[in-house]
């Protein structure tokens, strides 16, 4: 087992999510998925969220309602197609929801989980370094990143992001930095 092992979330269970196409075209098709179980999401969020406790956000965000409500709408058909595991299609979404609303962590949370499931490491890195930018609280996205920087075997970073998680009270994190004798 390695270093970083523990944390690994398991293989998602297969569920079938029901959709509705209207008018489909490439860039904007009316996906819709029933609102089943999210839990198989990166994150089991499912809009612009400004709780300080889910989200590690210091401030609220900036940008007008209608805004986030077309961010929202990206985001939500971005997690359909993440269910479809269709992740390029998801990342496209993700990052459209991103564009109307710059500081929509979850979107980019989401959108580093996408482009894990595409090996594309560094594009989530980028991700989770943006989060951290916006909501430096933010645990998962540390956590996240140093499983990242685990797989690039970049260690020193990885154990980094750790004693920062382990900082703002990541009990998982801190009983295995204990146990390895790392003190954060």
């Known amino acids: 087992m390695g270093f970083f ?14 959709i509705a196409f209207d008018q489909p075209s490439a860039d904007e098709g009316a996906l819709q998925a ?26 609220p965000a900036s940008v007008t309602h209608p805004l986030r409500e077309e961010g929202a709408l990206y985001f939500q058909r ?6 479809l595991e269709n992740y ?22 989401n959108r580093a989980a996408a482009y894990k499931n595409t090996r594309n490491y560094h594009q989530a890195i980028e991700d989770y370094s943006r989060i951290i930018e916006i909501a430096p609280n933010f645990v998962a996205a540390y956590t996240g990143r140093a499983a990242l920087y685990t ?10 992001d750790m004693k920062a998680a382990a900082r703002l009270g990541s009990k998982d994190i801190q009983e295995l930095l204990k146990t390895r004798g790392v003190e954060w």
Not at 88 to 109: G, K, L, M, S
């Open 88 to 109: 390029d299609r998801a990342i496209q979404d993700y990052t459209r929801a991103i564009a109307v609303f710059p500081e929509y962590i979850e979107a980019y949370f």
């Open 78 to 83: 971005g997690n359909a197609y993440f269910k």
């Open 151 to 160: 797989d690039l075997n970049d260690h020193v970073s990885a154990l980094e």
């Open 34 to 59: 029933d609102p089943a179980d999210e839990g198989d999401l990166p994150a089991a969020l499912s809009g612009p969220d400004d709780s300080l406790q889910k989200t590690g956000r210091d401030r």
């Open 5 to 18: 092992d523990k944390f690994r979330k398991g293989r998602r269970k297969d569920k079938t999510v029901e």
